[in-house]
């Protein structure tokens, strides 16, 4: 599809200016995203091409402005909710729950 | 639905089996051949870029077969069949203001690519 993750001729976007030592992770969240995608692929539910096209439908003005773990976040999220094994309703009440432990 | 055990993870994951597939599909093209990339622009998932379509490139290696992600991402099956190291100079892609020194090499499978 003609999405965002083409971005192959765009300008603007600045200089690819890579990380001296960058390291595989540079948040802990971003370590169990990507744990969780692919202890969740081992489910056989979905192949690794079927991934990317999950992380290539993000909305384009949004898969722009976040990072490369979030994709893989929203990518996820949009397999386990197309093959029925979360609801997005299960995931807003849990989300609230995590807000409601950060907040007490 | 069987979830991969811990005990298992790391045999499993050094194990890959990657995209090749070991079956014997004619390939549609040989080294040195031009070739003609298509012009589409699915809705579907596909590895071949919109700066790249339409251009004439060439044959610059056979990696050998491999599955389809255009199909395999739809769930529509492997549809086995080679992938090509294909090369483009920069003025074919980016026209004749881009250095004449500049090219690209793209992995392409035969379904994007006709004789040109």
Known sequence: MNGAHDLGGMH???????????????????????????????LGQWNIDMSRYARERMHPGEYLRTSYYEHWLHGLQTLLVEKGMLTEDEIAARMAELAGEQDS | MKALPAKDVEHTLQNSRG?????????????????????????????????????HGVIAR?????????????????????????????QELWGPDASRCNGVCMDLWDDYLDPA
């Open chain 1, 12 to 42: 603007g976007l600045g200089p690819i200016d890579p990380e001296t030592d960058e390291p595989v992770f540079h948040e802990e969240w971003e370590r169990r995203c990507f744990a969780i995608t692919l202890a969740t692929g081992f």
């Open chain 2, 62 to 90: 056979d990696h050998g077969v491999f599955i389809f992600p255009d199909t395999h991402a739809l769930g529509e099956g492997m549809k086995p069949q080679h992938l090509y190291s294909v090369h483009f100079t920069g």
């Open chain 2, 19 to 55: 995209a090749r597939v070991d079956e014997d599909v004619p390939a549609k093209f040989a080294v040195g051949d031009r070739v003609l990339t298509r012009n589409f622009n699915p809705v579907g998932h596909t590895r071949l870029p919109r700066y790249a379509r339409g251009r």
